[in-house]
Nanobody
Framework: QVQLVESGGGLVQAGGSLRLSCAAS????????MGWFRQAPGKEREFVAT????????NYADSVKGRFTISRDNAKNTVYLQMNSLKPEDTAVYYC??????????????????WGQGTQVTVSS
């Protein structure tokens, strides 16, 4: 079992930056790929970014490529999402997720086994 707790959300003006953190419990964090997803009001949950178990492979949604960076620190059992040049359309609840089955990472929510409770990010125009 892996428990995930996100933090770092908040209100920011367009063009600003935030860094989300996701702290994982348990000693098997490094055996999981990690992902970030988001869900805006009235919309389905969508993929944002994913990182492999080692951190050597990352992938991003086209909408955030070049603005967001996913990283992980296996010694601290934490994955991060650095978000720069934020836009109002980035407003959503952001969730981190862990996959024990797809160690290179995945774009698909159904490939993740554990989820955090989410953290709200609001970008004002």
């Amino acid at each position: 079992q892996v428990q995930l707790v996100e933090s770092g959300g908040g209100l920011v003006q367009a063009g600003g930056s935030l860094r989300l953190s996701c702290a994982a419990s348990g000693s098997t964090f490094s055996r999981h790929a990690m992902g970030w997803f988001r869900q805006a009001p009235g919309k389905e949950r969508e993929f944002v970014a994913t990182i492999s178990w080692s951190g050597g492979n990352t992938n991003y949604a086209d909408s955030v490529k070049g603005r967001f960076t996913i990283s992980r620190d296996n010694a601290k059992n934490t994955v991060y999402l650095q978000m720069n040049s934020l836009k109002p359309e980035d407003t959503a609840v952001y969730y981190c997720a862990a996959s024990r089955r797809y160690l290179s990472g995945s774009y698909y929510a159904y490939n993740y086994d554990y989820w955090g409770q989410g953290t709200q990010v609001t970008v004002s125009s």
